[in-house]
């Protein structure tokens, strides 16, 4: 099966790789203010998260995760089955919020922040995310720029439902 360059952008951009590790089941904890995760390859915890890049990396034997392969190393499936997995994943992330947000839903739905979504935005224009290819325009799509603007409706839209909790509490 064949997947745009968009979708695979979404699924290994948009899908926190820190909640990614822990919802593989993948031993993780916060050390010296850093989140660090068990290994898949070598079973060191010698790992970093870079929430910027949304890329992992094990410092003990060198191997780079980004979501993907990381659900193909896992989960041991192929890259379209991985898709499919990290689509659903994407889906149920990212279903319609309610109009009014509890405590549970507030720690579950919370969007990506402002920052994180305009760093993204920058990579995307400078092409980093994307080697350039010979025979492509690795120029940022109109549409990839629409969901990273998407995202920022998003999060407005979060705060301001969170400002208005904190008025109403007062």
């Not at 910027?52 to 034997?61: I, K, V």
């Not at 499919?84 to 009014?100: E, G, R, V």
């Not at 990273?148 to 400002?163: D, F, M, P, T």
């Amino acid at each position: 099966m064949a997947y745009s360059r968009h979708e695979l952008f979404v699924l290994r951009n948009r899908i926190p790789i820190a909640g990614l590790i822990e919802q593989l089941g993948i031993p993780a904890k916060i050390s010296e203010g850093c989140f660090r995760f068990c290994c898949p390859v070598c079973r060191k915890c010698n790992t970093g998260v870079n929430p910027c890049t949304n890329l992992a990396r094990c410092f003990g034997c060198e191997t780079n995760y980004n979501p993907i392969d990381l659900v193909m190393l896992v989960k041991r499936l192929d890259f379209n089955r991985s898709v499919k997995f990290l689509k659903s994943i994407y889906n149920q992330q990212n279903k319609p919020a309610a109009t009014s947000l509890s405590e549970n839903d507030a720690a579950a739905g919370i969007p990506e922040s402002i920052g994180h979504i305009l760093t993204s935005m920058a990579s995307v224009w400078k092409n980093e995310p994307h080697p350039p290819s010979k025979n492509t325009d690795t120029r940022p799509t109109v549409e990839m720029l629409r969901d990273r603007v998407e995202q920022l409706e998003r999060q407005v839209h979060h705060l301001s439902e969170q400002i208005k909790i904190i008025e109403q509490s007062r």
